[in-house]
């Protein structure tokens, strides 16, 4: 084992929270390394809505959590304005549902109030007439419905942003790497220990440990001999590769929960299921039950839904605070700041709860708690300052297409992944060729994220470029990639060979649960495609 | 105490707006929907389109339309299906990409194994590409 290395702060976690911390602690000038098991944002935030929303369900609980989400929204909407697009929601009201229209009016009035906050305009109502006309595919069995209007977001280069910001800032930040145990000195806790990407064992200082591992949390915390209970619930989502509808849409399940159809910016995610999670967090699985669960929902008010071939399932864990004799879908998405001197852990600190759209303000308090343990002073500047690829306007993609001889889509798409750092992507080696055609991606992006952005395997080039997450899921472009990928990281012909091979198998598991009649055809295609891959 | 001044706040919000709509006209706000988003490319289907949806974002990217015919613009056929197919509410932006010559759709459609109708994608792709 090497000598320790040692940090003002230690974070456990390389979710958008802990991603968050690592940031504003950087930028306050602290020292800090930042440790992922798996690839940053591949947990919870990765298997979330992709949605930075105000919470219009809080309504119902605490006006204030309302409040403070859609500032926080309006925050993460200026400093991420290349990750983030309008969602609007056509919230048809049919007969029998929970809530008629003039209720569902009355929450979207109450939340009007709210959305300037976040940069969103008003609701609309529409009669039932008109509500087809915006959406030709809704039930003609509607009564009226009403229009909502929130962010999509892409929360793995979220996650990235924040993690690049943190390393421009002096962090040290390493994904594929496990944290297997904390260093203690008496009754205070002075580092980690740590396996890294290359099996060896290491160890890391801190003058403070941050625990901000999700639903991981109570793993890290008995480490240091605290508690945290959490109540996990699993979500899972099924995803089709195109935009279904231009508007996103949202549906009642049979027992009352309220689902949602988002249209992204080139797929749609339909889900949420909401269900208390008992197994193995490493190993979640989509059951048929859970994909028939919501598309029995979204028949009801899309009638043809099931004509869509998905591309695939999500799933995640919620990492949400503890709450006995509660339907999982009523507990609150607040979260915790604990500070674990009081439980013999002097210098450990656990954010748990929350939600994706207040990551920025969980990551804020977060760090005030640090900063006053150190003695440090100095102030967040998180909710102003732009996220690498924002510090200034991006050019018009027809243009930085023109100037590197690829189309003006794959500009645009290179855009929203890097912002205005889109012409120093394709700048920096080879050509414009492109190796994945559904989403695009150019030889030289994929080039770059393997050189300057931490790719490892071709799951991190599908969580940080969108490798094969369009509709031919990688039947096109999984071998090519593991060739630029593995030219870059010197790979050996079997070693790309075997990283393909292992991209695949882990594909299917989510592709399996939703398998239908154009689905088996694609799987075909597939099947010859990787040449053995996937037997 | 926070569930229960929410929801007393809720139910004034509502007295508030069942008096509102008794006492003004209702008028149409779809042309405002329309217009709010028309800038960030979030614009309806048509019926027609619609209804043969599944069809037209049926594409697994074989490549064997691009054997029986070229590009459109400067698109091969089946980056038309598979990518621009996918975009929407952005294809204003890409516009430029697909203008130009259209060659024969039809033999491209022939030759598609699972019957993505291409004349009809070229044509959605350029609707909403010309906004």
């Known amino acids: 084992m090497s000598a320790p290395s040692a940090h003002d702060v230690c974070i456990v976690g390389g979710g958008v929270t802990g991603a968050g911390i690592a940031r504003d602690l950087s930028l306050r000038g602290l020292s800090v390394l930042l440790l992922e098991k798996g690839d940053w944002g591949a947990g919870t935030t990765g298997n979330s809505s992709w949605m930075i929303h105000g919470g219009p369900r809080y309504l119902e609980f605490d006006w204030n959590t309302t409040r403070l989400s859609t500032q926080d929204a309006g925050y993460i909407v200026s400093i991420a304005r290349n990750l983030v697009y309008r969602v609007v929601f056509i919230i048809p009201v049919m007969p029998h549902d929970k809530n008629n229209i003039e209720r569902m009016e009355t929450a979207m009035e109450v939340y009007d109030r709210f959305q300037p906050l976040k940069k969103a305009h008003p609701h609309t109502r529409l009669t039932a007439a008109e509500a087809l006309q915006v959406e030709p595919g809704l039930t003609p069995d509607l009564i009226g419905a009403v229009t909502m209007e929130e962010w999509g977001v892409d929360p793995y280069r979220l996650v990235f942003a924040n993690v690049q910001d943190a390393i421009a800032h002096g962090a040290r930040a390493l994904n594929h790497t496990r944290v297997v145990g904390l260093v203690r000195d008496g009754g205070k806790v002075i580092g980690v220990r740590y396996r890294g990407s290359d099996g060896a064992m290491s160890e890391a200082l801190a003058k403070v440990v941050v625990n901000a591992a999700g639903p991981w949390v109570p793993e890290i915390s008995h480490m240091a001999g605290a508690d945290v209970h959490l109540r996990p619930a699993k979500g899972i989502h099924i995803v089709y590769p195109h935009r279904i509808s231009n508007f996103s849409i949202s549906a009642e399940s049979i027992d009352g929960r309220d689902l949602l159809m988002v249209s992204h910016a080139g797929f749609t995610l339909l889900g949420t299921t909401d269900d208390d999670f008992y197994g193995d967090l490493d190993s979640v699985d989509v059951l048929e039950d859970e994909v028939d669960y919501l598309l029995q929902a979204f028949e009801r008010v899309f009638p043809s839904i099931r004509a869509y071939r998905p591309v695939r399932t999500t799933t995640g864990v919620r990492p949400t605070l503890f709450k006995w004799r509660r339907y999982e879908d009523e507990l609150s998405r607040r979260y915790e700041v604990i500070d674990h001197a009081t439980d013999g852990a002097e210098g450990f600190v656990t954010i748990a709860g929350g939600k994706l759209s207040m990551y920025r303000l969980m990551a804020e308090q977060t760090s005030d708690v640090v900063c006053r343990k150190l003695g440090h002073q100095a102030p967040c500047v998180t909710a102003t300052r732009p996220l690498p690829g924002n510090e200034s306007d991006v050019e018009p993609a027809a243009e930085l297409g023109r100037r590197f001889g690829i189309t003006a889509l794959a500009a645009m798409k290179l855009q929203t992944r890097h912002g205005s750092n889109a012409g120093a992507v394709l700048k920096d080696s080879r050509s414009g060729r492109m190796i994945c055609r559904c989403e695009p991606i150019t030889e030289a992006e994929l080039a770059h994220a393997a050189r300057h952005e931490q790719v490892r395997t071709l799951a991190d080039a599908f969580r940080r470029v969108g490798l094969a997450a369009g509709p031919c899921a990688g039947a096109a472009c999984v071998l090519r990639a593991a060739g630029v990928i593995g030219s870059e990281l010197e790979w050996s012909a079997s070693q790309r060979f075997e990283a393909a091979r292992e991209f695949v198998r882990g594909a299917w598991l989510g592709r399996a649960p939703v398998l239908g009649h154009s689905g088996w055809a694609q799987e075909e295609l597939a099947a010859g495609s990787f040449r053995g891959l996937s037997s | ?131």
């Open chain 2, 1 to 131: 105490m926070a569930r229960a001044d929410s929801l007393a706040k809720l139910a004034f919000a509502y007295g508030v707006h069942l008096t509102r709509r008794r006492l003004t006209r209702p008028r149409s706000q779809l042309a405002t929907l329309l217009e709010t988003y028309a800038h960030d490319g979030i614009r309806p289907l048509l019926p027609e389109e619609r209804g043969r949806h599944a069809q037209l974002i049926g594409c697994i990217n074989c490549g064997l339309c691009a054997l029986a015919a070229g590009r459109v613009g400067k698109v091969r056929l089946p980056d038309l299906a598979s990518s621009y197919m996918r975009l929407y509410a952005r294809l204003g932006e890409a516009a430029s990409d697909v203008d130009g010559d259209s060659p024969d759709l039809e033999a491209a459609a022939a030759a598609c194994p699972v019957g993505v109708p291409l004349g009809e994608v070229a044509a959605i792709v350029r609707r909403l590409a010309a906004g």
